[in-house]
């Protein structure tokens, strides 16, 4: 199979990051990024509020950001055939368009049901919108210019932590929830003008059936062992039912693997894990992003159940978050480039999990500089920790795999956020339970329940550093030192 535009003519060679072309093609699917974080950071912050507006307890409220992330995770592994066949204009075309439509249905929900159901309608274009912009950026930069690339598509990304915690907060005071999922529609807008005119219509010539059969396998797995860690937060499933859909997911994860083995053309080919970079990556991103993903859920719920924070002070309490994480882009490339993907990722990773750990510590009296301190040493190590483990993942992929190996990996990363909440929200029911003590309880009182699940969701993210200690060590290996080396001069 071959790579090629929708327009006839030979494919011109990939565009300098620098050239005029690439630089909006780059800005483009930043745009991608933005409207993802800005949606995922303004939700977890009026959680509380929009589960008072609704009648609900605020861990009940896990559900809007649950059933968005599984149906990115559910959707992702067709994407890379989507692109292949229909191009990726069309498909990220129809990614903004569909995240839009699903944007303004959540701001028309009265109800928590149709909340939901907007929330996944939304993630179909979600779903579609992030592997096709990474696709395009994998495909067009060559690789010595591949991690300077993508970390220019994540620093305008990160706009939207910035200003997402703060304007929802804003919004929920001075207007409604509603107006969070209202103010995705104007760049929405712009997104679908800007693909239309410089996105590329890459496809790949010959691409052959759908498998269909491993898809539902993989979406059996993950909707199940989803479902089952869902039913261990208390909302309501009998313990023989957790127990059954645990079974049944982790049953068809197994039968996809040997239908996988044997099919001539699988939606994930087991030889994508033969490339040793991709499978550390892939598994290292699984389990060090359940800490990640749980974050965003928990923090604005301690700010504001436990310490008394308004959703506005709570919102504004992120900025030192999304400002060190924009901050410590800058220095990825030339950290990774003096010493390796592997010190980094293994010495990331402990540090990382020691800090979300760190958080048990807040208190009501805490001084304002030491939590701004707090939360922007986070933001550093944690946005240090995403684009060493996207570049490792990728880096080492050929161009004939990219579409599937990039599919599954952001599969991956969707699937580890939505274990990463509802992880969460069952430490937190379980540890109330040990304790006597409600996570929703009011003020100091559950300040038992959220210390204890940090440390937990810490001394688990510290463990998956054991994954990334299976890297080659670039300086035993003279080719991958090369290759640190360029990126290091990009």
């Not at 929009?50 to 992330?69: D, F, I, K, N």
């Not at 590329?200 to 010539?205: G, K, S």
């Not at 982790?250 to 699988?266: E, G, N, Q, V």
């Not at 550093?380 to 684009?387: L, P, R």
Request: a positive charge.
């Amino acid at each position: 199979m071959v790579i090629a535009h929708a327009s006839p003519g030979p494919r011109s060679p990939a565009p300098a990051p620098a050239a005029s072309g690439s630089r909006r093609l780059l800005w483009l699917v930043a745009i991608g990024f933005f409207m993802q974080t800005l949606d995922s950071t303004i939700v977890n912050t009026a959680l509380p509020a929009m589960a008072a507006s609704l009648g609900e307890s605020p861990l009940r409220m896990q559900a809007v950001v649950v059933g968005y992330a599984l149906t990115m995770a559910a959707v992702i592994p067709c994407t890379g055939w989507l692109a292949d066949r229909f191009g990726t204009q069309r498909l990220f075309v129809l990614a903004v368009v569909v995240f839009t439509l699903g944007s303004a249905a959540c701001a028309a929900s009265p109800t928590l049901d149709q909340l939901i159901a907007s929330r996944v309608l939304q993630g179909v274009g979600g779903a579609m919108l992030l592997p096709v912009g990474r696709l395009v950026v994998l495909r067009e930069f060559p690789r010595e210019q591949f991690l300077e690339a993508m970390s220019f598509v994540a620093i305008p990304g990160l706009v939207g932590p910035l200003i997402g915690p703060t304007l929802g907060g804003w919004l929920v005071e001075v207007a409604s929830w509603h107006w969070i999922f209202l103010i995705n529609i104007p760049v929405g807008v712009l997104g679908t003008l800007g693909a239309l005119r410089w996105m590329p219509n890459l496809r790949l010539a010959g691409v052959g059936r759908f498998d269909l059969g491993g898809y539902l396998l993989l979406v059996l797995a993950m909707v199940s062992i989803s479902l089952a860690l869902d039913g261990l937060s208390g909302l309501g499933s009998a313990r023989t039912l957790v127990v059954l859909l645990m079974v049944l997911g982790l049953a068809a994860l197994a039968a996809y693997w040997l239908h996988a083995l044997r099919s001539p053309a699988p939606i994930f080919a087991p030889a994508l894990f033969a490339i040793a970079s991709y499978r550390v990556g892939v598994l290292g991103n699984l389990f060090a992003r359940i800490g990640s993903g749980a974050m965003p859920y928990m923090l604005p719920l301690l700010l504001q159940v436990a310490l008394g924070f308004s959703p506005a002070e709570a919102g504004m309490m992120m900025l030192p978050v999304a400002m060190a994480s924009i901050g410590a882009k800058r220095v990825v490339t030339g950290l990774i480039g003096r010493v390796g993907y592997r010190p980094v990722l293994i010495g990331n990773t402990l540090l990382l999990g020691l800090m979300i750990a760190a958080f048990a510590a807040m208190t009501p009296g805490q001084p304002l500089a030491l939590r701004i301190v707090q939360l922007a040493v986070f933001g550093a190590v944690n946005s240090i920790q995403f684009t060493a483990m996207n570049a490792v993942t990728l880096k080492d992929l050929a161009p004939g795999r990219a579409a599937s190996g990039n599919s599954l990996f952001s599969m991956v990363q969707m699937l580890g956020m939505s274990l990463g909440v509802t992880c969460a929200a069952a430490l937190m029911h379980a540890f109330g339970d040990w304790l006597g003590t409600p996570g929703t309880a009011p003020g100091a009182q559950s300040l038992p329940v959220f210390r204890a699940a940090f440390v937990a969701i810490g001394v688990m993210t510290m463990g998956s550093a054991a994954i990334f200690w299976q890297l080659r060590n670039e300086a035993d290996d003279p080719a991958a030192q090369a290759q640190a080396q360029a990126a290091d001069a990009a």
